[in-house]
């Protein structure tokens, strides 16, 4: 009897948490290249990268460095490789999306709507920099900027690029925003979405909310998506993991979203948190999908 296939990306760096939070950040390219390895040898299919400036760990989003990490990614191992055009504060549109129309990855993330992004709830640590505790209390007044217009030019940059987007809905309002793109013709189906649960400022990551946002989907697509979870913090990954794997869906983790593997254990690598999804597949009788499988399974070039 064959099980339902399934795919694990991992996001292993992210681009909305400061490097002191753990020690198992990677922070300069050669880190999150081994990362993103690492991830894939545990058996992650996709990739998610963001970038960090080397010296300071900060969040950027400069293109010489998601060429230099999507490159080494690459050549070392058959993932999907994911950059973010999540971008960096106060970009455009069109300079977010040079890792798109400059590198024309075979996939990236498409935000599909605008939104408070509150990480000032993380608790300050002695050894955070200044710096950090800065950037940590600036998003009490951080807006994550996805508007109409925005997403119209991206959706037309992607097409271009022949770039497959997974697009990033944090609450059900942004469902039907891409709804709203799919009308105006800027949508292929099928659309891979990823329900991003947990984020202050958006939808919390409980089942409910998961159901209320799947079934809506599912009303306005039929059929005609895929879909992952990325629960944010700890349980909240796993359990979000664990009601997709059950679903059908497929599963995101990485230290993006959640720095746990245990509720006593903080996970020492990302490759440790694609292990655990794993395990939690099998036990609920979902096969693993190679890079290769999850390509079919996306309908990626
Ligand atoms: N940069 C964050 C505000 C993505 O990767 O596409 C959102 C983010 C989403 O990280
Ligand atoms: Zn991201």
């Not at 963001?50 to 293109?63: M, Q």
């Not at 990033?168 to 800027?186: C, F, Q, S």
Request: proline content about 5%; charged content about 20%; aromatic content about 8%.
């Amino acid at each position: 009897m064959n099980a339902d296939p399934v795919f694990v990306s991992c996001a292993v760096t992210g681009g909305m948490s400061v490097p002191s939070q753990s020690a198992a950040i990677p922070v300069t390219p050669e880190q999150i290249a081994d990362a993103a390895v690492g991830a894939s040898q545990a058996g992650a299919a996709i990739v998610h990268i963001h970038v960090r400036d080397p010296e300071s760990g900060k969040p950027v989003a400069d293109l010489e460095l998601f060429r230099d990490v999507v490159a080494e990614i690459g050549e070392r191992c058959d993932a999907i490789v994911q950059p973010t055009t999540g971008g960096g504060v106060g970009m455009t549109i069109d300079e977010r999306a040079r890792v798109v129309t400059e590198l024309r990855p075979e996939m990236a993330t498409f935000n599909c709507g605008s939104f408070n992004f509150g990480i000032f709830k993380v608790r300050h640590r002695p050894e955070m920099a200044p710096w950090e505790i800065e950037y940590l209390e600036g998003t009490r007044d951080y807006v994550f900027r996805n508007t109409f217009s925005d997403m119209e030019r991206l959706s037309e940059l992607f097409r271009e690029a022949r770039t497959k987007p997974e697009y990033e809905v944090y609450d059900t309002g942004h469902v039907y925003n891409l709804a709203h793109l799919a009308d105006a013709g800027l949508v292929d189906f099928p659309v891979h979405i990823q329900f991003v649960l947990g984020v202050l400022g958006a939808n919390a990551a409980t089942l409910e909310q998961l159901l209320h946002m799947h079934r809506t989907a599912v009303s306005l697509f039929g059929d005609r998506f895929t879909w992952c979870t990325a629960g944010v913090g700890y349980p909240a990954e796993f359990h979000l993991a664990a009601a997709a794997l059950t679903m059908g869906g497929h599963v995101r983790v990485g230290l993006e979203d959640n720095l746990r593997v245990e509720l006593a254990r903080r996970a020492g690598s990302n490759a440790e948190l694609v292990e655990k999804a794993l395990a939690l597949a099998a036990l609920l009788d979902r096969t693993p999908a190679d890079a290769a499988q999850a390509r079919e399974l996306l309908g990626i070039r």
